[in-house]
């Protein structure tokens, strides 16, 4: 699997056709947009805090990735500008086991419930395996049941913890 390339059209649950891809670094505009476009709620869950936007520097962390340590994916709508839907990622950490990486994701709240956060994480979790990484990690708020509901019903044994009013979730991809 060639992630630099990686590119796969879907149907969601009600018929919309959307293109799960690689990020490059001209989608950064369309990612700017999409984050402008998220309801406060979303953006909360996803980096924990009051955001409205993304820096400059975010903004290059995100669609400027390596293939190697970090891969990066957006859903998009088939549409001339594209339209950035939702996306997810996963960063090995530096100086922590290299078979483990910290995973996330997020959907714009008019596609979410149509199973695209699950089809992010099962094509991050086939990307993944060919980079021999084996177990995902992540941190999500209590209150995010969506994404907790997403990593127990995604065939990986799931392990969890709170701590300091945060879940920790660990996903063996084996």
């Known amino acids: 699997m060639d992630l630099r390339s990686y590119a796969r059209s ?8 959307i293109t799960l891809r690689a990020i490059r670094s001209d989608d950064r505009e369309r990612l700017r947009t999409a984050i402008g476009h998220l ?31 970090v891969f990066a994916l957006v ?23 290299p078979a483990e990486a910290e995973v996330a994701f997020m959907v714009e709240e008019d596609y979410q419930g149509l199973g695209l956060a699950s089809l992010i994480l099962r094509e991050l979790s086939a990307a993944a395996k060919v980079a021999d990484v084996v177990y995902f990690i992540a941190e999500v708020l209590p209150g995010n049941t969506a994404m907790l509901t997403v990593f127990r019903r995604s065939g990986h044994k799931m392990s969890s913890r709170v701590d300091g009013g945060v879940v920790h979730v660990r996903l063996a991809l084996l």
């Open 75 to 97: 859903a998009v709508l088939s549409s001339d500008p594209e339209i950035i839907i939702g996306g997810g990622r996963y960063v090995r950490v530096p100086g922590v086991d």
């Open 39 to 69: 309801e406060p709620g979303t953006l909360y869950t996803r980096f924990f805090g009051a955001k409205k936007e993304l820096s400059e520097t975010e903004l290059t962390a995100a669609t400027d990735v390596d293939f190697g340590e």
């Open 10 to 17: 879907f149907t969601l649950k009600n018929g919309v056709e």
